[in-house]
């Protein structure tokens, strides 16, 4: 019976951990919030890629963010204002070529930039 328990136990912990453990974070920078006032701001968003799946991880709802993803030239290949009332993840299909790219994820909180390459 324990074996049972354990068993199970391992199986559901494996279910959900493995949601973004493909996934390749995508490291930014840039500043949220004022760093002169201590208050209660909604906490970053993060973002990962997955082959041409943008991933945006909200911890905290955030409404207006715009989320811009620019190729090497600077071109703007991807732009949307997204919104999440509660935690959850935003996957972006990005249709886009092989290369190197940037992330811009700007908000009236601050702006956060990062860049990815998609192979």
Not at 3 to 30: E, H, R, W
Not at 67 to 95: M, R
């Amino acid at each position: 019976m324990k074996q049972l328990i354990s068993a199970l136990f391992l199986v559901l912990c494996g279910v959900f951990c493995t949601q973004n453990m493909y996934a390749d974070d995508i490291p930014s920078k840039g500043k949220w919030g004022p760093q002169d006032i201590k208050s209660i701001f909604p906490a970053p968003p993060t973002a990962s890629i997955d082959g041409n799946n943008l991933t945006i991880t909200f911890t905290s709802p955030l409404t207006n963010l715009t989320v811009q993803v620019k190729d090497i030239t600077g071109t703007v290949v991807y732009e949307e204002c997204i919104s999440a009332t509660s935690p959850q993840a935003y996957t972006i299909p990005l249709n886009v070529e092989n290369g190197e790219y940037t992330l811009n994820l700007i908000h009236r909180y601050g702006y956060l930039t990062g860049s990815f390459v998609i192979e």
